[in-house]
């Protein structure tokens, strides 16, 4: 997915698709807001949609303070499993 | 879109602050439209359902935060607000409006209708066991015979399950009828016989 085309409906048919999981809109939406404040994130508005019964999408845009801090997240995340892998092939 | 799904989405609006309101809303339609192509109508209206609960759920106490203020006391110009804004949508949809007034009027009329009833004949006792409201038996003495009344000892259930003698046939005034504490020794009797 591009995400400069990121929109409600395509972030959660991508998580479901990925995680095999159920995401409420409500709950992506928190936190879509929640990135949005601490900078991460900036959320727009398209143009209306008849199949969305007129209604705009709310595309959400990654800024470079969100990518610094998605690279981080990743390290960190990365250090972490680090430990694991070794035990984890073998199973 | 179904009607059931049309109203739930409307409702959403409600809740949801003006920020995410369309997105939200147009991207559950979206997601909506599309499972009822692959799973059918029940299961997309069952989601739905589920979505709208999480939705209130995470932007309900956010809405009812706005109008507390910061020493959590209601503030009156965020009641006034939220009253204003209400009023504008429901006369921007005035069909949506016309099914929500009709529905809660049945639901409230039908409620009240069904507890009414259920009160009346099945969870107030009557004052007498075993005997028609106004048929019963009583242990008094008539005091009264111009006005037709008789002075009735207010243990009269007891007195009637214990040394009944009398039918009075008469009707007892509703409000005298029900609530045991309510009833008054004193009734017009318009008929007297031996049992």
């Given at each position: 997915?591009?995400?400069?085309e990121?929109?409600?409906?395509?972030?959660?048919?991508?998580?479901?698709?990925?995680?095999?999981?159920?995401?409420?809109?409500?709950?992506?939406?928190?936190?879509?807001?929640?990135?949005?404040?601490?900078?991460?994130?900036?959320?727009?508005?398209?143009?209306?949609?008849?199949?969305?019964?007129?209604?705009?999408?709310?595309?959400?845009?990654?800024?470079?303070?969100?990518?610094?801090?998605?690279?981080?997240?990743?390290?960190?995340?990365?250090?972490?499993?680090?430990?694991?892998?070794?035990?984890?092939?073998?199973? | 879109?179904?009607?059931y799904?049309?109203?739930?989405?409307?409702?959403?609006?409600?809740?949801?602050?003006?920020?995410?309101?369309?997105g939200?809303?147009?991207?559950?339609e979206?997601?909506?439209?599309?499972?009822?192509v692959?799973?059918?109508?029940?299961?997309?209206g069952?989601?739905?359902?589920?979505?709208?609960?999480?939705v209130?759920?995470?932007?309900?106490?956010?809405?009812?935060?706005?109008?507390?203020?910061?020493?959590?006391?209601?503030?009156?110009?965020?009641?006034?607000?939220?009253?204003?804004?209400?009023?504008?949508?429901?006369?921007?949809?005035?069909?949506?409006?016309?099914?929500?007034?009709?529905?809660?009027?049945?639901?409230?009329?039908?409620?009240?209708?069904?507890?009414?009833?259920?009160?009346?004949?099945?969870?107030?006792?009557?004052?007498?066991?075993?005997?028609?409201?106004?048929?019963?038996?009583?242990?008094?003495?008539?005091?009264?015979?111009?006005?037709?009344?008789l002075?009735?000892?207010?243990?009269?259930?007891?007195?009637?399950r214990?040394?009944?003698?009398l039918?009075?046939?008469?009707?007892?005034?509703?409000?005298?009828?029900?609530?045991?504490?309510?009833?008054?020794?004193?009734?017009?009797?318009?008929?007297?016989?031996?049992?």
């Open positions: 997915m591009r995400l400069h990121a929109y409600g409906a395509s972030l959660i048919r991508e998580i479901e698709g990925t995680t095999g999981r159920r995401v409420q809109a409500g709950s992506l939406y928190i936190t879509l807001e929640r990135l949005e404040r601490k900078g991460f994130l900036t959320l727009r508005s398209g143009e209306s949609e008849p199949g969305r019964g007129g209604r705009p999408k709310r595309f959400a845009d990654v800024t470079e303070e969100g990518v610094r801090a998605l690279s981080v997240h990743r390290r960190a995340l990365l250090r972490i499993w680090d430990g694991l892998e070794a035990r984890l092939e073998n199973t | 879109m179904s009607l799904a049309r109203l739930l989405l409307r409702s959403m609006r409600f809740v949801l602050p003006e920020s995410v309101r369309d939200l809303v147009g991207d559950l979206e997601l909506h439209q599309e499972r009822k692959g799973f059918g109508r029940v299961a997309a069952l989601w739905l359902t589920s979505q709208a609960r999480v209130v759920a995470c932007y309900g106490p956010r809405l009812a935060r706005s109008f507390v203020d910061r020493n959590g006391r209601w503030s009156v110009s965020g009641l006034v607000g939220l009253v204003r804004a209400s009023a504008r949508q429901l006369m921007r949809a005035p069909g949506y409006t016309s099914v929500v007034v009709l529905m809660m009027a049945l639901g409230v009329g039908v409620n009240v209708t069904a507890f009414s009833l259920l009160d009346g004949v099945v969870l107030t006792p009557m004052p007498y066991s075993g005997v028609g409201a106004d048929r019963f038996r009583f242990g008094g003495q008539p005091r009264d015979p111009n006005l037709g009344g002075d009735v000892d207010p243990e009269l259930p007891r007195l009637a214990t040394r009944g003698l039918r009075v046939d008469g009707n007892l005034p509703r409000s005298k009828r029900f609530g045991r504490h309510r009833w008054r020794p004193r009734i017009r009797v318009q008929r007297l016989r031996l049992v």
